[in-house]
């Protein structure tokens, strides 16, 4: 059958945490703020956001017994063929591996955004073209295309490294988030009162917090990369569900935090003018000045940062376990000779990744809006195939809590699959916007021709082959 390759194990807690964490924190904590408070109101925002990440610690436990039991590449992508074979398994993997891509070019695209904002004569210097609305500068495009390569080139040179920084840049953001919240709050004259009215008007409460609460997958998405690194875990399988935990609980607070920052600065009838660029910027530069502009400056990019090398990470060792699957073609599980890194798959994700910042943000936000849908098939098959491996009782001396996992996987399935109807259901608070529906279509199809074009390869392998190639698990005459 050919030989199974395999990543060295060399990612400690932290550096797993932080991928989590970094991943779940993006350029939208900082940019969105603004944009939340006008749909639910700043406590609408904020229940929904801490909910959201209530939500993803319940489907986490599904994620926790799962890398438990397979600690191995490939992450949902493993799970969705356990529970439901190598088909489902070629779906979940070709949605998810989309999402992840679109993610790189999109916090690509983030770094230019706030440079945008920081230096907007320098980064409007050579006007090339528009699409969907948004102006296309040359000076973006060039940045964004360096951030791509030095993170592929970062990754390409091992997890250890890479691992490393992006516990550093989390702890950096962490810290700058904490000063940007602590300043703003004592600032204030009256921050409780600034907040006010707490949700929109003229909206039900719940119906203000579901419509934050609808986007918990792709604000939260990140998380799920543990399972990804699980194969280059240097410590116990078990330990993860708890590093999950804290990286949501976490990210929830940062979410709350900058939410808070936006709405408590400041009374809501003289808050600055919402038609600017990025009012959570402007709201920091008028209260902090300069000194809070950096700080804000350099958590915004370690969380670019820390989306960026986590999803490259997190991408190409999809990428890498569905080809040792014989799902895509061979070249994408090749390993680098010295450092032993996917290094194709993260190549291939850079090409694949450098023409996007050419087509401008808005046209990025289309598909990325779309990947939610591939986020919640992925979600929903973990909770699924955890629901399906564990029993409803065991014979066992003192505390059972596998029927309790098994009850909150059932719980899980149920909230991912509700995350899809409010994405695909017409008139649902969250449905996908025409452009987002066009570009799902779209990858739907090419997934399709995809997977007719491996169809006879894929096809050949035998269940038992491909639990050794997916899982390791040995089988006679292997």
């Avoid at 990286?247 to 979410?255: E, R």
């Avoid at 090398?309 to 061979?330: C, D, Q, T, V, Y």
């Avoid at 390993?335 to 890194?341: D, M």
């Amino acid at each position: 059958m050919g030989k199974r390759e395999t990543l060295n194990k060399n990612l400690k807690p932290g550096w797993v945490w932080a991928i989590a964490f970094g991943s779940s924190i993006g350029w939208g904590a900082f940019i969105l703020p603004a944009d939340w408070i006008g749909q639910s109101g700043p406590m609408g925002a904020i229940i929904g956001m801490l909910l959201g990440a209530l939500v993803m610690i319940i489907i986490a436990v599904s994620y926790g017994v799962l890398i438990k039991k397979h600690p191995v590449s490939g992450g949902e992508y493993a799970y969705a063929f356990i529970s439901a074979g190598k088909y489902w398994a070629f779906i979940t993997g070709w949605f998810l591996s989309l999402g992840y891509i679109c993610i790189v070019a999109l916090n690509a695209s983030a770094f230019s955004l706030l440079l945008k904002y920081l230096f907007p004569g320098f980064m409007k210097y050579i006007y090339l073209y528009e699409i969907a609305g948004w102006e296309v500068f040359l000076p973006e495009v060039v940045i964004s295309s360096i951030a791509i390569l030095f993170f592929a080139f970062l990754n390409i040179k091992g997890s250890g490294i890479s691992g490393r920084l992006q516990y550093i840049f989390s702890i950096l953001l962490i810290v700058g988030v904490a000063i940007m919240g602590t300043y703003t709050f004592i600032y204030a004259d009256m921050p409780i009162s600034n907040m006010k009215p707490m949700f929109v008007e003229n909206q039900s409460i719940l119906t203000s917090i579901i419509v934050i609460l609808a986007i918990a997958p792709w604000a939260y998405v990140g998380f799920d990369n543990v399972p990804q690194a699980a194969e280059e875990f240097k410590f116990s399988p078990q330990k993860a569900f708890g590093l999950i935990v804290m990286s949501l609980i976490a990210s929830g607070l940062v979410y709350a935090t900058m939410i808070g920052v936006t709405s408590w600065t400041y009374a809501s009838d003289k808050v600055l003018d919402s038609s600017n660029l990025w009012l959570t910027g402007d709201i920091i530069n008028s209260s902090f000045g300069l000194i809070g502009v950096i700080i804000l400056a350099l958590a915004i990019s370690m969380g670019i940062f820390t989306g960026l090398n986590g999803f490259f990470h997190s991408s190409s060792r999809l990428l890498f376990a569905m080809s040792r699957a014989k799902a895509i073609p061979s070249m994408f599980s090749d390993l680098h000779p010295v450092h032993k890194t996917p290094y194709k798959s993260i190549w291939f994700i850079a090409v694949l990744t450098l023409p996007s910042v050419w087509f401008g943000r808005e046209a990025l936000l289309w598909i990325v809006d779309m990947s939610s849908t591939g986020v919640s098939v992925a979600y929903f098959f973990t909770c699924f195939t955890s629901y399906k491996l564990l029993a409803w009782s065991k014979n066992n001396h003192g505390l059972d809590v596998e029927p309790v996992k098994k009850g909150i996987a059932f719980v899980g399935s149920i909230f991912s699959i509700g995350f899809l109807m409010l994405l695909l259901v017409p008139g649902s608070p969250a449905q996908l916007q025409l452009p987002s529906i066009i570009a799902l279509f779209v990858w739907i199809v090419l997934g399709f021709v995809f997977l007719m074009i491996m169809f006879k390869n894929y096809k050949e392998y035998s269940e038992d082959d491909l639990k050794y190639f997916i899982l390791g698990q040995e089988k006679e005459n292997v």
